[in-house]
Structure formats: structure tokens, C-alpha cells
């Protein structure tokens, strides 16, 4: 009788075991860790007392929090990311679009112009541009400039995540459809608003989802650029973590963590690309 050998099989799905083993770790268990710490109290026993009295500073009311520090702290980090992403947006499109249509041959020649200061240490960028700030005698001169001044930083630090998305969308578009519409009457900026406009919206929704959240918890750049006296609601995270108080503040860090979930859900962050059909070349 003849034994019949066993062969293994190579399954491509074995390829996901170390990505999942990543995120189990680093991802999953971390995220355990602060709803663990969100609804216990300081023995350790299952509690809602956190999300009853953590608005409040006297724990009268859950609605307190609408009149607290806490909200003004979230309400100047909403205005500070939506001001941030709007320039950002305003800035990047442009330089995409131009990028994109360009007839250089090496396009990524140009939009390497763009990635390279991300090449530099994040702390070095922040620290030159606060050097230029004080210089031009508008560093830390009043609240009115010290928010003007994040909003600088956070613009300067994440534009290049606003280009990136938009140039990959726009260069993806076939040019047949401009020519369709030209064909049929349409004046390039009518083609323009009616074909490019819509085909780069997800580059667009993925840009902005790219900024706007980071910006709300990057409080390094609020911190070096105004003396600390900008507080966003990174910071306030940061405070409680730093207090010891960690219940307090895995309690506000899961509230923005489950608004980031809402933001990203409404700018179709989990919806695949709705330019699937478009030709072109990859970026690189």
C-alpha cells in the first residue's frame, strides 16, 4: 500500500493572521482598556457615575456640560479643526487640480514639492514655523492671535493629507467624459462643476476626514504656537491622563472617539471609492 502524502496548502488568508494579530494588540486591546476605565469607578466595580457627573463640575446635571469648560474647550477644538479643514480644502484643490492637468511628464515631481517638509521631523516644522511667528511679532500677542496662529500650524502641518487624496481622484478621471461634455456644449467651467467636481468628491470626503479629526487632538501645534494658552480637546484629554485620572479621561476620549466614528461614517469614510470605474495612472 502506497502512503499518500500530505501537502500543505498555502491559503492567501494566511497572509492576514500578522495584520490581525497587530490590531488585536494594538488596536483592540487599547480600546478595551479605556471602556474599561470609562464605566468603572476607582475600585474597579462597573459604574455610570462617570457619564453622569463628568460634564458637570458640581455633578448636579448631565446637561451642565452644555455650560462647562469642557464644552467650550470641545466647541474652540470644532471651530479651530472646521476652520483648518475649509483652508485646507480651499488651498488644496487648486494645487491638485493644476498638478493633475498639468503636461509635465513627471507629475510626481511636482507633488514631491509638496511631501518632502513632511520628511522633517514634526517637532522641528512646528518649532521653525513658531521662530517665523515670532519674527513677524504676531507670536503670543492675544487669544484673538494665538487661535489665528494654531489654525497656521494646523494648516501647515496637514495640508499635504488634503492634496494627496484629491490629486489621486482627480488624475483618475477619464478624459472622455470632459470631452463628452465639451462635446455637448458645455463650457469648461459648466464641465467643470457637472464632471470634476463630482467625480473628485471622494477624494475630497477622504481629505477632509484626513484633517479635520487630527486637527481636533493635535495639541503639540496649539501648545508651541501659543505659549499653551489655546487649549484644544487633545490637551484636555492629555490633562485628566497626566492627573491620573483615568476614568475621566478614557470617559471624554471614547466620547471623541465615537464623534471621530460619526464624522468619518458621514463623510462615507467606510464606503469604497465611488470612482471605481475611472482610468488612470497610480501616483506613482
Known sequence: MTKKKTRLHFSRKLL??????????FVVVPLLIIIY????????KFSFDYVKYFFSENGDNFWDFFTSSNFKTIGLSLFISFSSTIICLLIAYPVAYIIAKSKMKNKSMLLLLFIVPMWVNFVLRI???KELLQSLHIYNRSNGWNIFNTILGMVYDFLPF??????????KIDNSYLEAAKDLGATPSRAFLKVTLPLSKAGIMSGVSMVFLPSMTNYVVSNYLTYSNVKIVGKLIDDYFMGDLWHDGSFIALVLLLFMFLV???????KADEITETRGTSLW
Open 16 to 25: 492576514a493572521i500578522p495584520y490581525g494579530l497587530f490590531l488585536a494588540v
Open 37 to 44: 476605565y470609562a464605566f468603572t469607578d476607582d475600585a474597579g
Open 127 to 129: 518649532n521653525a514655523l
Open 162 to 171: 488634503m492634496i494627496l487624496p484629491i490629486y489621486t481622484t482627480i488624475i
Open 264 to 270: 468619518t461614517w458621514l463623510t462615507g469614510g467606510f
